[in-house]
Structure formats: structure tokens, C-alpha cells
């Protein structure tokens, strides 16, 4: 006969019952008389009147009597086992519930604690080894093992994190290589036994139990979470592998997180670094000009980037002769900053040896050539020397862009190419040294690429024909305005397209004899609504003229002009297309206030000739404008600069009442 139990075996067995279970079967006992037994579901009972508790397919055991109440018969005992039955089905289900609501509260519990406690690890400012060392003694304390460890695959070696006990760098990356794989899914890997945990890790230290599982990093090196040797000997239960995979996902944000962070002080660091290098650059960059009677000087270095792969340099010998350098490093960046630094070196040095440009360029490129060959980049270079005393400039470009040169007696921009090759490409520099004599009024414009490179939405560049276009407006107005000028002109020529590489201009202008006391230099887009501006920079240039009573109308007379003139640019020369620019100058001297303005539009002949035709007693409808400018100003002069260039020059003299 199988071995039945009374209620202290059934409570034992099952620890199932309710309290109002308890007092019902302990009443039972005193009414009656008469033990109640219960036997598990292995093991069917051998009393006539039995009771099967739960469900027909998942029996929770048998309650059964092996003798009948005195004085009860055998259908209303067995009613009463039936009853009692329920009621015990009832309590057991009950707890089953309240089992599992327990779990998940747990569950929930624990997943909150693990999440609360890795905030306060991710919240400190430990470096990273700290920080995982930190998560792994959470999962050791969260899930009761022996050993908790965090295993990362890094480009040099796999290393592990863990705590109250050793995972070495070949055990990890013996754990990595089996749960890392192509075919990885993020669900844990559990095994309960040490056959199981030796079928998974063979090379492996032996384990009793092993949860682990690959972590869903998204930026952080590929990593693992291993638990190992769970302090119950029966293993990893189900509740652990799930609270397992979801506190994954904490630890994977954390390293994610880590990861950004080290990038971010990286990126920090760096740029400090960035900032102080660029610092250091732009001091070497001279801070003055020679004073010279007879010259003007400014200059510019737009940085495409933080640091600047050109350069510009004025050096000034004893002897009063003055070193100009600009150049422009193949690259961008701290290399094309260094390189900068060591040829601005260099080039001083050997000008202390000679004045003659080309000298210059060749040793500096024969001394660099090595450094520059190994790092595989070179220089393109702009030297000369300007000897005051003489009005000689001695020049020569190696790889350059053309300095433009605007000739005063020709009043015309004339390029000076360079004669040599880029430094750096050869170990021997052949060059040869040009020269020039600078009149009153001349202008050099000595820039690099990314000035005349600068490019538009539309793909288009400056050009060398932009800068001209400058020089033809400008070149009467002192050095920093014709600066100013360029600039302007390069950046309404962009828009809104950032600056593609770095901008280098140095200005040295042969002052004039006369010069205007009020200059203002401005560039404009092709629109008639520009005309407002132009008002507007009219009156700054008259300064107190705008005001004076005395001079009414001839401020009328100069603003009618300047609106004509604009006009019939917009209108003929651009055929409203505001793409184009118009360069101006407005010049307020003594005697006079004068309006230089250069567009490349149509051509204005056809109109001039027309203009000579026209009957004053039977005047056309339209087409005054040129007739109203002429009328209005003193000095008129028009000229056609092919292929493509339009300059006007007008005059208007200074008379009190006029």
C-alpha cells in the first residue's frame, strides 16, 4: 500500500492551504473523529472514497478516507471529501497566483533595484574600468552567484570586468568566441549543471551553472554579461534568465553611454588642443606693417577649419627692404599647421641670408624637401621683396595663384604668374626672380585659392574675374577697403555656401598724391532694391554734406545719377538677374565727390552711340537714364573692357548753392 500522510504531511507537501482550509480540516478531525489523507499524484489512492484535486490533466493529488465518520454514510462522506476538495483546489490555486504575483512583483523589483543602481554608477564620474567593475558587483549582489563579469572585444585584445573572483583575458575570450557569433540572438544562454556548462565552454574553468548573454550595444565594442555558479544549488531558475535579458539592455546603454562620454572627452581634449594650436598659428601671423611714406598694407587668414593651412608673413630687414610671403599648405588641419610653422621658419632664416626671392624660395624648399617628401604633401608659395627706396618689387611665384597687379598708368589689372613649381615636389627648386616697379596708385593683391575657388550653389567659382571686377571699382580707395571689398564680393558671390578652404588676401598699395578724405567700397547684388542701400551708404560717405542745408541740390543731383546709373545696370546690363554683383566706390574728395562702379553685364556702346542721335526738341518716351546722368554730373566716362566688363566713373564738382 502507497504511503499516505494526514494534514501535517499534506500541509508540508503542498504548503498550499488557507488559513480557512486549516480551521475547516481541523474541525473536520474533531468532528469526526477520522484522519483525512492525501496522497500525491504518483501515487493513486487505494480508499473507496477518494477525491482527485486540480484539473484531470495536472492532478494536484488525492484526498481520500479510510474509514467512514460514525454514523455518516458513504454518499454524504464522499460529498464531503468532494467539498473539501474544492476548497483545498481553491487555496491551492490561490497561492499558484499569488506565487506568481509575488514573482513578477520581484521581478519587477529587481529589474527596478538593477536599474536604479546602474543610474548611480552611470550618475559618478569613475573612468570606465571603475564603472563596469561597479555593474558587475550589482549582478553578483542582484542574482546571487559567485562570479559576475563583463567581457569586451576591442580591436587589440578582449578583456572582462568582474568581481569576488577571476575571469581572465583568455577565459573571456573564450566566453566572447561562444556567445558572439553571426548567428547571435540577444536571449540568455543557461545551463544548470556542470556536464551543460562544459558542453558550452569546454576550455572553461569548471562550473556549476553559467547565465550569460550577448549585450545589444549599438556604438560599445561587441560585450558579453556572464553570471557564474548560482549560490542555489539548483541552478538558474527561468525568472533569472528573463530579468537576465532585460537588465542586458541597461548594461548595454551603459556602455554605449561610456563610450560617448570617452569620445566626448576625446573630442573635449582635442579641441582644447585644436584651440590652443590655432591660438599659437594665428600669433605668429605679424601683427603690423612696416610704416612706409609711400605704402599701404592689409591683409587677412580665414581659417576654413579651426586651423588654417595658409600663411601670410611680412618681414622687415635692417636695411629697410621688406620680405612678403603667403602660402598655401596641400591640406587642412594640425599637419598643414605644423608644416606652416616650419616653412615660416624657414623662410625667415634664409631671408636673413638674401633678399633675392628666388634665393629664398629654393632653399627653403631644398631644406623642407626631405620633411615634406615624407609626409607626402607640398606648398605652393608666393615670395617677394619690396624695396621702397627703389619702388621695386621682386617677386616669384612657386605653384602660386597670380598675384593681380592693378597698373595705374595702364588702368588695367595685369596677372603676375608663377615662373616654379609648388615646394616640396622636387628636392630643386628652379626659379627665377621677377620684377616690377610700383607707381602711385598701383595695387597688389597677393591671395590664395580659396579666394578666387570659392564656389556658389551652383558649382560656380569667383574666379580671378571676380577679384579683377574688384580692383577696377576699388583701386582708388585706401588698402583695407579694397580688403573689404574682396571679401564682401567672395561672400555674396557664396551665399550660402560655407567657405570651402581656407582665404589668405595681402594687400600693398603705391599710395597716391591725392587722397579722398571719405572712401566707402561696397559690392551689391544686381537688384533694383539694392538702390535703398546705395542711398543709404551715400549718405554715410557725405557725412555732414548729407545735412547742409547748402548743398540740397547737389545731393539731389549726385542721387539722381547714382539711381540712373544703377538702373540701367539692373536693367540692361543684368536684365534683372540678381546672380550678378555690382562693385562700387564712392570717394568724397576736397573738390569733388566721385562714383566708380564695374559690372559684367552687357555691353553700354549701342546706348552711348544712341545717345549722340537723340533730338533734344523731340525727345524719345523712354530710354533718358544715360541722358539724365550726363546731364546731372560733371564728368561722364564710360569704357568697354572685354570680354565682358562695364566701368563707369562719374563725377559731380563740391559748389556751395549747387
Known sequence: MPQMSDYGSLMSAREAASPTVVNFLNAWRAATGVELYFDPPSSP???????????????????SLDSLPTGMPPTQAQAFLEMCGGLLT???????????????????????????????????????????????????????????????????SDHSYSTHGTVSDE????????????????????????????????????????????LPTRIAPP?????????????????DRVLLENAAEQTAALLDNIVLNER????????REVEIASFLQSSLLPSKFPKLD???????????????????????????????????????????AMLTTMIRTTIRGQFRNTHNAAAVLSMTNRELYDDMSRIESFATAFFAVLIPTANQFNYVGAGHTSTLWWQSSSRSTVPLPSVALPLGIFEELEARQQSITLNAGDVLVIYSDGVTESENVEG??????????VLYATHSAPADKILQAILDSASLHRGSQPLGDDLTVLIIKASESEKASVSRAFVLPAALSSIQRIESILGSTLGALATDPRYVTWRDEIHLGIVELMTNIVKHAYDH???????????????????????????????????????????????????????????????????SRNQWHLEKKLEVGS
Open 223 to 239: 560585450s558579453i554579461i556572464g553570471l557564474i555558479n548560482h549560490i542555489s544549488h539548483e541552478g538558474f531558475s527561468p525568472n
Open 460 to 469: 560656380k567659382v569667383f574666379g580671378e574675374q571676380g577679384l579683377a571686377d
Open 294 to 336: 609711400r605704402y599701404e598694407f592689409a591683409t587677412i587668414n580665414l581659417p576654413a577649419a579651426s586651423m588654417s593651412g595658409d600663411f601670410y608673413d611680412v618681414i622687415e630687414a635692417e636695411n629697410g627692404d621688406v620680405g612678403f610671403a603667403v602660402i598655401d599648405i596641400a591640406g587642412k588641419g594640425i599637419p598643414a
Open 45 to 63: 489512492p487505494q480508499h473507496a472514497l477518494s477525491f482527485q484535486l486540480g484539473h484531470p490533466d495536472a492532478p494536484l493529488g488525492y484526498l
Open 264 to 271: 566626448r572627452t576625446a573630442n573635449t581634449r582635442l579641441l
Open 577 to 643: 538677374d540678381p546672380s550678378f554683383r555690382i562693385h562700387a566706390l564712392f570717394s568724397l574728395y576736397a573738390d569733388r565727390f566721385t562714383i566708380d562702379m564695374i559690372d559684367s553685364g552687357e555691353s553700354f556702346e549701342g546706348e552711348i552711340k544712341q545717345m549722340a542721335d537723340i533730338d533734344p526738341l523731340n525727345p524719345p518716351e523712354g530710354g533718358l537714364g544715360l541722358h539724365i546722368i550726363s546731364a546731372v554730373m560733371d564728368v561722364v566716362d564710360y569704357k568697354r573692357i572685354e570680354p
Open 90 to 156: 481553491a487555496a491551492f490555486s490561490e497561492r499558484q497566483a499569488a506565487d506568481r504575483l509575488s514573482a513578477e512583483v520581484m521581478e519587477a523589483w529587481n529589474r527596478l533595484t538593477f536599474v536604479y543602481r546602474l543610474n548611480e554608477v552611470i550618475s559618478r564620474p569613475e573612468r570606465s574600468a571603475t564603472m563596469l567593475e561597479s555593474v558587475a558587483a550589482i549582478a553578483r549582489e542582484t542574482f546571487e552567484v559567485e562570479t559576475a563579469f563583463i567581457a569586451q572585444r576591442n580591436a587589440h
Open 171 to 214: 577565459g573571456a575570450a573564450h566566453f566572447l568566441n561562444t556567445l558572439i557569433t553571426p548567428a547571435a540572438v540577444l536571449e540568455a544562454t543557461m545551463a544548470n549543471s556542470p556536464d551543460e556548462c562544459l558542453s558550452l565552454f569546454p576550455s572553461a574553468p569548471p562550473m556549476r551553472s553559467f547565465l550569460g548573454m550577448t
